[in-house]
């Protein structure tokens, strides 16, 4: 098969390109996948550690590892949700794998930034941001806490899974040549018996061998009618 760029031709087997729908570049999910396990730690443990910061949400601004059940649904578990899909895209190159990391990523953010709207409806409390720091501060709370660190997180996952649904040129030459490295492995690897097949070492015992028979007069004779070599 044949993919013709701008000035460029790039020819790819439809061996490699089988190979490639399935698997990715480690590359490919990388950076997304270590910005959401950073994002998906601080959204998971912010509610936790904040009053260390000074910085913290009711019901305790003053003591940290406070736990309640509103967060741990609205925080907690959309955090380690993008956590877990970080982990999935920084670490496989499966690229079913690493398409689910992604959609884990994306719940996760979206589910930041929807989740505090939906307390009444669940009958939980997430608090306020401590009523004695000034508006701004507040303000700055909430995104921290939701609406910013989710809309980081949804971007991010959503971006990782648009390259991840395409395959590219990349992806193809990126199999191509991890097969034609494992052909050349198994090429150079030692035969049942012991021995290691080796072209040059194969002409060579030729051209012995054919020396050997011009020695003892067993040449054999040119057939006629001579047999034509094209250059073409």
């Given at each position: 098969?044949?993919?013709v760029?701008?000035?460029?031709?790039?020819?790819?087997s439809d061996?490699?390109?089988q190979l490639?729908?399935?698997?990715?570049?480690?590359?490919?999910g990388a950076?997304?996948?270590?910005?959401l396990?950073?994002l998906g730690?601080?959204?998971?443990?912010?509610?936790?550690?904040g009053?260390y910061?000074?910085?913290a949400?009711?019901?305790?601004?003053?003591?940290?590892w406070?736990?309640?059940?509103?967060?741990?649904?609205l925080?907690?578990?959309?955090?380690?949700?993008?956590?877990a899909?970080?982990?999935?895209?920084?670490?496989?190159?499966n690229?079913?794998?690493?398409?689910?990391?992604?959609?884990?990523?994306?719940?996760g953010?979206?589910?930041?930034i929807?989740?505090?709207?939906?307390?009444?409806?669940?009958?939980?409390?997430?608090?306020?941001p401590?009523?004695?720091?000034?508006?701004?501060?507040?303000?700055?709370?909430?995104?921290?806490?939701?609406?910013?660190?989710g809309?980081?997180?949804?971007?991010?996952?959503?971006?990782a899974l648009?390259?991840?649904?395409?395959?590219?040129l990349r992806?193809?030459?990126v199999?191509?040549?991890?097969?034609?490295q494992?052909?050349?492995?198994?090429?150079?690897s030692?035969?049942?018996?012991g021995?290691q097949?080796?072209?040059?070492?194969?002409?060579?015992?030729?051209m012995?061998?054919?020396?050997?028979?011009?020695?003892?007069?067993?040449?054999?004779q040119?057939t006629?009618?001579?047999?034509?070599?094209?250059?073409?």
């Open positions: 098969m044949t993919a760029g701008h000035d460029m031709k790039f020819v790819f061996r490699g390109i490639s729908r399935m698997r990715v570049p480690w590359t490919r950076t997304s996948g270590a910005l396990v950073i730690a601080w959204a998971a443990l912010a509610p936790f550690i009053p910061l000074d910085f949400y009711t019901p305790a601004t003053d003591s940290t406070y736990w309640t059940a509103a967060r741990g649904w925080e907690v578990a959309p955090g380690v949700a993008a956590f899909g970080g982990l999935l895209l920084l670490g496989s190159t690229r079913a794998v690493t398409i689910a990391g992604s959609w884990l990523g994306i719940a953010g979206a589910w930041l929807v989740g505090p709207s939906l307390t009444d409806v669940l009958n939980i409390t997430i608090g306020t401590d009523p004695t720091l000034s508006t701004r501060r507040q303000a700055l709370e909430e995104l921290a806490y939701f609406y910013a660190v809309a980081l997180i949804l971007f991010l996952a959503a971006a648009g390259r991840l649904s395409v395959q590219s992806d193809v030459a199999a191509e040549r991890r097969v034609a494992a052909e050349t492995a198994a090429d150079s030692p035969a049942a018996d021995t097949f080796s072209p040059a070492a194969d002409v060579t015992a030729s012995a061998a054919a020396d050997a028979r011009s020695a003892h007069g067993l040449e054999s040119p006629y009618p001579p047999t034509e070599i094209s250059n073409e």
